[in-house]
């Protein structure tokens, strides 16, 4: 059974950084890509970023490029999503989720129970 868990939410400023992590277990680590996506209050759930399982592709919604990166670390089975010049528009649950069928994952892929990232103007 694959688990994911998303950890590194929380509070801060317009302006801030925040960096979430996430760790998928149940399958070897390196043969998932791996997406986040979030979802803002009365809004449906949006794409983020995602990466490939070697690292080497990584889309990004337009809404955050050139703010958030995300990586990998194979080793350490985590993948991070760095958020910097966060704006309160950026408040929402990050989800993360897990798929060895496809780069985005999807509905029918594995997700993880959310992170609640809150940005105060």
């Known amino acids: 059974q694959v688990q994911v868990v998303e950890s590194g939410g929380g509070l801060v400023q317009a302006g801030g950084s925040l960096r979430l992590s996430c760790t998928a277990s149940g399958r070897t680590f390196s043969t998932f890509a791996m997406g986040w996506f979030r979802q803002a209050p009365g809004k449906e759930r949006e794409f983020v970023a995602a990466?490939?399982?070697?690292?080497?592709?990584?889309p990004y919604a337009d809404s955050v490029k050139g703010r958030f990166t995300i990586s990998r670390d194979n080793a350490k089975r985590t993948v991070y999503l760095q958020m910097n010049i966060l704006k309160p528009e950026d408040t929402a649950v990050y989800f993360c989720a897990a798929s060895y069928r496809v780069l985005v994952p999807g509905p029918n892929d594995y997700w993880g129970q959310g992170t609640q990232v809150t940005v105060s103007s």
């Open positions: 990466i490939s399982p070697t690292g080497s592709t990584t």
